[in-house]
Nanobody, 126 residues
Framework: HVQLVESGGGSVQAGGSLNLSCEVS????????MGWFRQAPGKEREGVGR????????YLANSVKDRFTISQDNSKNTVYLQMNSLKLEDTATYYC????????????????????WGQGTQVTVS
């Protein structure tokens, strides 16, 4: 049974930090692309960044690349999204997602390339 469980969301003041986690179970963790997406009220879901668990290479969207980092812990089958210098516009529900199979590299950071999704965790910046 495939499962992605996000945690770490919450409320924080602008300029603060949060560290989101996404634990993966039910299939092999390595050699997958794990993506982070977010959806603000009234807006479309957008890609935040992704990590290829085969070699730890990452990509972050321009809007967050100077403030967010993505990492992985293979021993815990978990990827993280460290968010620093949070802004009001970072308020959204954050989702992690994974490609359906193992891959040699990550595809483009687009929803259609990710087949399994977590339930989301709310981040509110005030």
């Amino acid at each position: 049974h495939v499962q992605l469980v996000e945690s770490g969301g919450g409320s924080v003041q602008a300029g603060g930090s949060l560290n989101l986690s996404c634990e993966v179970s039910g299939y092999a963790f390595r050699r997958r692309c794990m993506g982070w997406f977010r959806q603000a009220p009234g807006k479309e879901r957008e890609g935040v960044g992704r990590i290829y668990t085969g070699d730890g290479s990452t990509y972050l969207a321009n809007s967050v690349k100077d403030r967010f980092t993505i990492s992985q812990d293979n021993s815990k089958n978990t990827v993280y999204l460290q968010m620093n210098s949070l802004k009001l516009e970072d308020t959204a529900t954050y989702y992690c997602a994974t490609t359906l199979g193992t891959l040699p590299m990550c595809p483009a950071l687009a929803e259609q390339n990710f087949g399994d999704w977590g339930q989301g965790t709310q981040v509110t910046v005030s």
